[in-house]
């Protein structure tokens, strides 16, 4: 039985900073990759950012420069840093994985092909 477990949401002031965390039971493979989606009410799904095994990563255009994704191998942990946040940044985020077959750029626009997803933290900016 898989696992996703998200922490660290919560309500901030805009331009301040959050880090989420997520505890995972599934293990990536060399060609899979994990990340952070979003969304917003009323609003699309929004890829956040990506990171591969390698340590690879991709981002949404709307948090290059401000959000960082990161992982701990060891921990099977997935990490994001928010820095500089923005009203608009206002959603409940997910973790996700894909643990085979992970092409980013495809992946990021849309997460259609996620085998795995948290049940999501509430980030709210005001």
């Known amino acids: 039985h898989v696992q996703l477990v998200e922490s660290g949401g919560g309500s901030v002031q805009a331009g301040g900073s959050l880090r989420l965390s997520c505890a995972a039971s599934v293990v990536i493979s060399d060609n899979g990759c994990m990340g952070w989606f979003r969304q917003a009410p009323g609003k699309q799904r929004e890829g956040v950012a990506l990171i591969d095994r390698s340590g690879n990563t991709m981002y949404g255009d709307s948090v290059q420069g401000r959000f960082t994704v990161s992982r701990d191998n060891a921990k099977n942990s997935l990490y994001l840093q928010m820095n500089s946040l923005k009203r608009e940044d206002t959603a409940m985020y997910y973790c996700?994985?894909?643990?085979?077959?992970?092409?980013?750029?495809?992946?990021?626009?849309?997460?259609?092909?996620?085998?795995?997803w948290g049940q999501g933290t509430q980030v709210t900016v005001s």
């Open positions: 996700a994985a894909q643990p085979w077959g992970c092409v980013m750029a495809v992946v990021i626009r849309s997460g259609s092909s996620i085998n795995y």
